[in-house]
């Protein structure tokens, strides 16, 4: 008999969601996950991102691809119904997805409006609530769920602005949606990756300056790549990360240790 290395996902299956281009965090994520083994469906958020994301297909092992905008029910439905038709059951899901509209994000936080705010924290937040209470019932052998935020839910990091309070209610659903799901074997994660520039980064206002900065001050003096977030995802999954839960794990080369 041969025993599987702990860090092996041989035999996992999952959802990958929040695909938009080669540069997507969610791209390393599905790279990554398919080099150690799993096999997943993959789900970008608009429609104008499949061209984008059909040339990434073999680089993720052909997953499954499917449109899954999360505000749109029956699109969620559709992909939690494959799911459940290819495999029966799922061992991870992992939620890598944000919007806040322009106005709201450039202006202060105090100034955001209440529609902008409730959108922010529909499609970056409460999404991970609704695409973990689809998960839950096929995690039936345990599982994993892994959200992505930013150090900016805990201190305030310039123009950063509404994301920063709608990733702090991230990280606490994390906590809550650990402790009600840990009963069930089900682990919840948060991974805090520092500055990578994404198509969703760029609508940071001067992130180039904040890229720049978190360079030169983080300890290991780099920036950090979607693959280095991959593998942290494939570790928190893996049997090697069975008694890791409900925390934020930063992949930011060490930024967040320095004032
Ligand atoms: P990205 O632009 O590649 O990914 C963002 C994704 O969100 C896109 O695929 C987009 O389609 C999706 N999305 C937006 N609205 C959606 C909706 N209604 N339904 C489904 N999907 C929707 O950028 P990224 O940087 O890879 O972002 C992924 C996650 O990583 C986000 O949560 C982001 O806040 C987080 N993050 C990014 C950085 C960074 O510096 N890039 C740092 C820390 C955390």
Same mark, same amino acid.
């Given at each position: 008999?041969?025993?599987?290395?702990?860090?092996?996902?041989?035999?996992?299956? !999952?959802? #990958?969601? /929040?695909?938009?281009?080669?540069?997507?965090?969610?791209?390393?994520?599905?790279?990554?996950? *398919?080099?150690?083994? &799993?096999?997943?469906?993959?789900?970008? !958020? *608009?429609?104008?991102?499949?061209?984008?994301?059909?040339?990434?297909?073999?680089?993720?092992?052909?997953?499954?691809?499917?449109?899954? %905008?999360?505000? %749109?029910? +029956?699109?969620?439905?559709?992909?939690?119904?494959?799911?459940?038709?290819?495999?029966?059951?799922?061992?991870?899901?992992?939620?890598?997805?944000?919007?806040?509209?322009?106005? %709201?994000?450039? !202006?202060?936080?105090? %100034?955001?409006?209440?529609?902008?705010?409730?959108? +922010?924290?529909?499609?970056?937040?409460?999404?991970?609530?609704?695409?973990?209470?689809?998960?839950?019932?096929?995690?039936?052998?345990?599982?994993?769920?892994?959200?992505?935020?930013?150090?900016?839910?805990?201190?305030? #990091?310039?123009?950063?602005?509404?994301?920063?309070?709608?990733? &702090?209610?991230?990280?606490?659903?994390? @906590?809550?949606?650990?402790?009600?799901? /840990?009963?069930? /074997?089900?682990?919840?994660?948060?991974?805090?990756?520092?500055?990578? @520039?994404?198509?969703?980064?760029? !609508?940071?206002?001067?992130?180039? &300056?904040?890229?720049?900065?978190?360079?030169?001050? +983080?300890?290991?003096?780099?920036?950090?790549?979607?693959?280095?977030? /991959? @593998?942290?995802?494939?570790?928190?999954?893996?049997?090697?990360?069975?008694?890791?839960?409900?925390?934020?794990?930063?992949?930011? &080369?060490?930024?967040?240790?320095?004032?």
């Amino acid at each position: 008999m041969t025993t599987q290395h702990p860090f092996s996902l041989a035999g996992k299956t !999952g959802i #990958v969601t /929040g695909l938009a281009n080669a540069d997507s965090i969610a791209f390393g994520c599905a790279r990554a996950l *398919h080099e150690a083994g &799993a096999e997943m469906i993959a789900t970008y !958020g *608009h429609a104008k991102a499949e061209r984008h994301v059909t040339p990434l297909l073999e680089a993720m092992g052909h997953p499954e691809l499917m449109l899954c %905008d999360v505000q %749109d029910e +029956a699109q969620v439905e559709a992909v939690f119904q494959r799911a459940q038709e290819r495999w029966g059951r799922l061992d991870f899901l992992i939620h890598s997805m944000a919007f806040a509209n322009r106005d %709201d994000l450039h !202006g202060r936080v105090v %100034d955001c409006s209440r529609e902008g705010f409730a959108q +922010a924290m529909d499609i970056s937040c409460h999404s991970f609530l609704r695409l973990a209470q689809r998960a839950e019932p096929l995690m039936t052998a345990g599982g994993c769920l892994i959200t992505l935020s930013y150090y900016g839910a805990e201190k305030v #990091v310039p123009n950063y602005g509404l994301m920063g309070p709608v990733k &702090a209610a991230l990280e606490a659903s994390v @906590r809550y949606m650990a402790d009600e799901l /840990g009963p069930a /074997g089900i682990r919840v994660q948060a991974i805090s990756p520092g500055p990578i @520039r994404t198509r969703a980064a760029s !609508g940071i206002r001067d992130f180039e &300056a904040l890229a720049e900065d978190a360079e030169q001050r +983080a300890p290991l003096r780099r920036l950090v790549s979607t693959e280095d977030v /991959g @593998r942290t995802a494939v570790f928190l999954i893996s049997e090697a990360g069975q008694s890791l839960t409900g925390g934020t794990t930063y992949v930011d &080369a060490g930024h967040h240790v320095k004032a």
